[in-house]
């Protein structure tokens, strides 16, 4: 008999096509907060003499004439251009109409530009309790996968809709937050299905695709908007994430038992880790229709919940106002050009991903080896993601016209939002396997909030003065702090009481335990006979010989 060659694993194919998804999520969300530099018209209202400029460090402390000169001197590399170099369709819709091609930009003012950065979170709560239980029904293929794929078609009818009316783009945008809200609670079920306990960690860091998809994503538009026009930024996203979904039907399934190319081997590594049996998986099979309660009064008054979802609240209001506003700041205040402001606004988010994902190994090696408790690492993420990092945006306020400052601290607040994945997001699934998926949703329905407060704010505000800029970076400081203390002092990430299956007889769940319990106990070892054994270590979640602390994981 042939000797059997090895293939990538399954979960390896998961984790790039999740990755690149949550990267397609955000590349829909974020895509606007950048070519809305481009689409409005430059200010009117800043003048130095009688010069017009128009970001606030346009003239440092000093001779004005002398720094006029010196920046007429560099040519209009600091300054952004409007020169399409490529016209549009919808241009070319527009002209063939005899309407206003608009070559000068929207005449948008502050509270318009806020309205619709701010408008895709306007419902992109609503969906995020119905993304868990709609995962749960059909799966998380047809949910997370349409989810995208619907957000990236609309983005084709936003160019034309920006030219019809602002008002007509903000409801576009509140769809596609509408629909894209389905997509993360989807995913944790998934992540419940597939992931064996001890990689978890290492597995929710392909969430933050969506920050490579941010690092990507800035500087490729800022280029295209230089080469092309604003509205191919769009045309890319449809396409893009077409291209996605198509991949996405072919290789993804939505459990090991559905897929039909899975290594048997990693079959039973997978369900032997997760307690899952042949007769367990028939007996939830046949109960899945009778009984589908959900805890949601415990849920609800779950401390441990609303502790993860305060860190989440002060997290996401950090990370969603330094990636929806990072172009307008460095545009307004520092005078970068598109190519620059894309750069600038998309490192930081690379540098996330990447620390991310160290910190997910350290968390991984924290629990395999038992040198610090489940709850103890989540909350030294908390720390980081939260706490440190409203230190580092605390410091960013007092950046004043140091560009290279402003640079640095804004690419550290975000990188250090990393740690979320080891701490308060992988909580949520420590909390309740069972119901990590609506766990999810839920937390999204709440701390979705900042999406669209914070745009409305820096709106109400104003974006044009450092001082303006000194007060919203203060407000996202202290709100990152507070956070971040409350979940230090009292986060819990041990398994609820809630999660057991209630819902299911008592015969049955005694069945479902027992299978849990073997399934923990039992070597995956056996499951990979053919494999070094140095390799069958390094990828058993039991090797540590721990089962109670593997048993508050699952």
């Not at 408790?373 to 230190?391: A, E, F, P, Q, Y």
Request: proline share 4%; aromatic share 12%; with cysteine.
């Amino acid at each position: 008999m042939a000797k059997e060659k090895e293939s990538i694993s399954t979960r390896t194919t998961l984790w790039y096509l999740v990755f690149v998804g949550f990267a397609v999520n955000y590349m829909i969300r974020i895509n606007t907060n950048i070519t809305i530099v481009a689409m409005i018209k430059q200010s009117e209202t800043e003048f130095v003499g009688e010069v017009k400029v128009d970001y606030a460090c346009y003239v440092p402390a000093g001779n004005v004439s002398d720094a006029l000169a010196t920046t007429t001197q560099e040519g209009s590399s600091l300054l952004r251009s409007r020169e399409d170099r490529i016209i549009s369709p919808e241009q070319l819709l527009l002209t063939l109409f005899n309407l206003d091609p608009q070559k000068d930009g929207f005449d948008w003012n502050d509270y318009q530009q806020g309205l619709i950065l701010g408008a895709f979170y306007w419902l992109h709560w609503i969906t995020q309790i119905p993304g868990g239980i709609l995962a749960r029904r059909y799966g998380t293929k047809l949910v997370f996968g349409a989810s995208n794929v619907i957000g990236c078609w609309m983005c084709f009818l936003m160019p034309i809709a920006s030219y019809w009316d602002y008002r007509v783009l903000v409801v576009l945008r509140v769809l596609q937050g509408l629909i894209c809200g389905l997509a993360w609670p989807a995913m944790h079920h998934m992540a419940g299905q597939w992931i064996p306990p001890n990689e978890r960690s290492k597995f929710v860091t392909a969430y933050l695709g969506s920050s490579v998809g941010v690092a990507l994503n800035f500087p490729l538009f800022g280029f295209i908007i230089s080469w092309t026009s604003w509205e191919y930024v769009f045309h890319f996203c449809g396409i893009f994430g077409t291209v996605w979904y198509i991949a996405w039907l072919y290789f993804v399934y939505d459990s090991p038992a559905e897929h039909p190319r899975i290594h048997p081997n990693e079959r039973k590594y997978i369900e032997s880790s997760l307690g899952i049996t042949a007769h367990s998986t028939a007996e939830r099979r046949e109960h899945q229709h009778e009984h589908q309660g959900t805890p949601w009064r415990k849920i609800v008054l779950s401390r441990a919940m609303w502790i993860t979802i305060i860190a989440q609240w002060g997290g996401i209001w950090g990370l969603f106002t330094l990636m929806t506003q990072a172009p307008t700041y460095f545009n307004n205040v520092h005078g970068w050009n598109i190519e620059m402001t894309g750069l600038l606004s998309g490192i930081p988010h690379l540098c996330r991903m990447l620390f991310a994902y160290v910190f997910s190994i350290a968390g991984d090696h924290l629990l395999k080896h038992e040198l610090m408790s489940r709850t103890g690492v989540r909350k030294m993420g908390g720390t980081l993601c939260c706490v440190v990092n409203g230190i580092f945006v605390f410091i960013l306020a007092s950046s004043g016209c140091n560009s290279l400052m402003a640079t640095i601290f804004l690419t550290l607040a975000t990188t250090v939002h990393g740690a979320v994945s080891t701490g308060p997001l992988a909580n949520l699934v420590d909390m309740s396997p069972r119901y990590a998926g609506i766990l999810l949703g839920f937390s999204g329905m709440i701390t979705v909030v900042p999406g669209f407060v914070s745009p409305i704010i820096v709106g109400m505000l104003g974006n044009h003065t450092v001082e303006q800029w000194r007060i919203i970076f203060l407000i996202t400081s202290g709100t990152l702090i507070i956070c971040g203390l409350l979940y230090m002092a009292f986060a819990d990430s041990t398994l609820q009481s809630w999660n057991s299956c209630d819902d299911l007889s008592s015969s049955t769940r005694s069945i479902h335990e027992h299978d849990e319990l073997k399934g923990l106990k039992s070597s995956p070892l056996d499951a990979f006979p053919n494999e070094p054994k140095e390799r069958q270590e390094m990828d058993d979640p039991t090797h540590d010989g721990s089962v109670a602390l593997r048993l508050s994981s699952v």
